[in-house]
């Protein structure tokens, strides 16, 4: 497949925080971002890949996700602040996600199956 009809293909740039190559239960204190293209059509991963976040300053995450192409976020725990922040980017959130990995998780999600837990975060 060539790089143009990967990039038609994409329907969604999904971001999860990871901590030890899992899903950081705790938002804002994450090692690292898994971005992960997917095609929602085909329910497949096209690409992924880690980058490291910007220095922790309240309400900059949400920003600079939306400047990476960020359309979903799926989290462990996010305050209802951050929330209301990416809704404002344009960014959708699910939380209560279980600690996996991040592969693991869009799989669910794509078919279907991911069931969110409670958000253990509460600021």
């Given at each position: 497949?060539?790089?143009?009809?990967?990039?038609?293909?994409?329907?969604?740039?999904?971001a999860i925080p990871v901590v030890g190559g899992r899903l950081c239960m705790h938002f804002g204190?994450?090692?690292q971002f898994v971005l992960l293209d997917?095609?929602?059509?085909?329910k497949e991963i096209l690409n992924s890949r880690n980058i490291d976040p910007p220095p922790h300053e309240p309400g900059l995450?949400?920003?600079w996700l939306h400047d990476q192409g960020v359309n979903l976020v799926i989290a462990g725990g996010m305050g209802g602040?951050?929330?209301?922040?990416f809704a404002d980017s344009g960014i959708e959130v699910i939380v209560g996600a279980p600690a996996e990995?991040?592969?693991?998780?869009?799989?669910?999600?794509?078919?279907?199956k991911l069931q969110p837990g409670e958000n253990i975060c509460d600021h």
């Amino acid at each position: 497949m060539s790089s143009t009809e990967k990039d038609s293909k994409i329907a969604l740039v999904i971001a999860i925080p990871v901590v030890g190559g899992r899903l950081c239960m705790h938002f804002g204190h994450c090692e690292q971002f898994v971005l992960l293209d997917v095609d929602t059509a085909g329910k497949e991963i096209l690409n992924s890949r880690n980058i490291d976040p910007p220095p922790h300053e309240p309400g900059l995450l949400p920003r600079w996700l939306h400047d990476q192409g960020v359309n979903l976020v799926i989290a462990g725990g996010m305050g209802g602040r951050a929330q209301g922040i990416f809704a404002d980017s344009g960014i959708e959130v699910i939380v209560g996600a279980p600690a996996e990995p991040p592969e693991s998780i869009v799989r669910s999600y794509l078919d279907g199956k991911l069931q969110p837990g409670e958000n253990i975060c509460d600021h």
